[in-house]
């Protein structure tokens, strides 16, 4: 940057080369004490004989149920003091692991979990009752799953905490696509918050995950605008359907993405606190102050983080921890140092709870609640990103419904734009990133650590085996039955999808049997990959 370019944020908001008294807001009833509303410090109040701290996990899953729960006792055993669970590339789009196209796949990004048998080994010996368990996993399946298998282990689904991401605007545009429509997805969502209200009540199942929509390249900005457009939109239905705010509100959480600008990131949290309290309270009238402060837990971009020399991840992990420390979030996970290559290795993994565990009990960082609050920079910064995420839902809102907005790509619009910016800006210099376009080395001499991330997790072609060996060992009659019941489901608008979905999978359908009979109910083929093919006039693939 030169004399002449005046500096911005990375959402592009100008930046003065100093703050002063004047800088930011000067009623402190607009900024409040931690505890109270509007929460903008923090949603607990601070204790004197408490430290504050926060739910170390990590994401994990590879491979097998088997392999996988091995992971996550080790991540246990080393400390984490919560787990967050994400599924293969056919987990993620419901799919089977014995469909043709998923094999080369099935376990390489993620846990393959396709049936109640799965969820249960995933979770055996786990201490459901004591942590909490994190889903990035199509939610309706995720809270099925864990519902059946918890019992199993001697655990009442009704003391289970934990979150499932509730994706029904964005998923099939920037994420893993299942092929259903929006409505479907919207049911899905509806009914699947409102089973975990009736039967797993310490939940949130009301989980908004602005992560996964902008780690291809938006701002903060554009993160929690869409963000909020999809809870108010979620929320609306909620109340149309006549569940009481404060019944639901207490159990919604966000999970964010952190970036690299240390400042705007923790100015983002406070931001986001205060807009959602007040939302709540002046648009959708909560009373219970429960309401009003939302649970924040962030995963650090993977974006972020670079395939050329890798050690420097370490680094840019322990950077974006340290500012979600400092801006009070409740859970964290650390995108690991391999992440450009492959899911986290066992070493990489370690790194990353250690270095959470370095900052909470050694930097002394938890000891006061949002350390940087009165800051004339960071309450300026606060200030003005809770001016522009508001402006931003406003805007959006006013072009019309969601559904329409969904299904005609303009989301898909928003994301390519945001993946191109980057791309642009890190081709251009204009993002300054150490290794790729500055401070580079040469490839013959960048390998520490390239042992450890480049090693790959070959498809776990045992676990497809195993699928095949078990489907002809099930009982059909309730089996077919329970999968009728979910087609009749999706295709009655006014009935609730998740009954049928918990008792097909009871029943022992497959994940992709009762997603392929949500796509007939509502006119679309069972099979995803003959909904996307090309087909002649005459119905034969062309």
Not at 329 to 349: K, N, Y
Request: glycine share 8%; aromatic share 6%; net charge negative.
């Amino acid at each position: 940057m030169t004399a002449d370019e005046a500096a911005s944020s990375a959402a592009g908001i100008p930046l003065r080369p100093f703050y002063a008294p004047g800088d930011g807001s000067r009623d402190y009833a607009r900024i409040g004490d931690p505890g109270t509303y509007p929460y903008t410090r923090g949603r607990m109040r601070p204790l004197a004989a408490r430290r504050r701290g926060w739910i170390h996990r990590e994401l994990s899953g590879e491979g097998s149920p088997r392999r996988s729960n091995e992971q996550l006792q080790t991540l246990l055993a080393g400390g984490a003091l919560g787990i967050d669970v994400i599924g293969d590339n056919p987990t993620m789009s419901a799919l089977d692991p014995d469909h043709p196209m998923c094999v080369p796949a099935v376990g390489t990004t993620g846990v393959s979990l396709c049936r109640k048998q799965d969820f249960i080994e995933l979770l055996e010996g786990i201490p459901l009752d004591e942590i909490t368990l994190s889903h990035s996993l199509p939610p309706a399946f995720a809270l099925a799953g864990q519902y059946l298998a918890s019992p199993r282990h001697g655990i009442d689904p009704r003391v289970l905490r934990g979150s499932a991401i509730q994706p029904p605007l964005y998923s099939e545009d920037c994420s893993y696509s299942t092929f259903l429509p929006f409505a479907t997805r919207m049911r899905l969502t509806l009914d699947s918050i409102v089973f975990a209200l009736r039967e797993m009540p310490r939940f949130h199942a009301f989980l908004e995950d602005t992560y996964y929509i902008s780690d291809g390249g938006l701002d903060a900005v554009e993160e929690m605008s869409l963000g909020f457009l999809e809870i108010r939109e979620v929320c609306r239905r909620l109340l149309a359907r006549g569940v009481p705010v404060d019944s639901f509100a207490p159990r919604i959480a966000i999970l964010v993405n952190c970036r690299m600008d240390l400042f705007e990131e923790i100015a983002k949290i406070r931001a986001t606190r205060r807009l959602f309290a007040r939302m709540m309270r002046e648009e959708f009238g909560a009373t219970d102050a429960r309401s009003w402060s939302v649970n924040i837990a962030v995963h650090t971009s993977g974006l972020t983080l670079t395939a050329a020399q890798p050690a420097n991840n370490i680094v840019r992990g322990a950077v974006q921890a340290l500012a979600m420390a400092m801006a009070g979030v409740q859970g964290l996970e650390i995108s690991t140092f391999d992440e450009p290559f492959r899911t986290p290795s066992a070493i990489a993994h370690q790194i990353a709870i250690r270095t959470q565990q370095v900052i909470h009990t050694e930097t002394n960082v938890a000891a006061v609640e949002d350390p940087l609050g009165g800051s004339w920079y960071l309450e300026s910064l606060t200030d003005e990103l809770e001016r522009r995420i508001d402006a931003a839902v406003r805007e959006r809102e006013a072009l019309g419904d969601v559904e329409t907005l969904a299904e005609s790509g303009y989301f898909r619009s928003i994301f390519l734009r945001g993946m191109d910016r980057h791309s642009t800006a890190v081709q251009s210099g204009d993002l300054r990133i150490v290794g790729v376009n500055e401070h580079v080395v040469a490839a013959e001499d960048d390998r520490f650590l390239r042992d450890i991330a480049e090693q790959r997790f070959e498809p776990d072609y045992e676990q497809v085996e195993r699928i095949r060996a078990w489907r002809p060992t099930r009982d059909d009659a309730p089996l077919q039955a329970g999968l009728e019941r979910v087609r009749e489901a999706s295709a009655d608008l006014d009935a609730d999808l998740m009954g049928p979905i918990v008792a097909a999978l009871d029943a022992d359908a497959t994940i992709g049997e009762i997603t392929g009979c949500l796509r007939n109910g509502v006119g679309r083929p069972g099979d995803p990959f003959e909904f996307a093919a090309a087909r002649r006039p005459d119905g034969t693939r062309a």
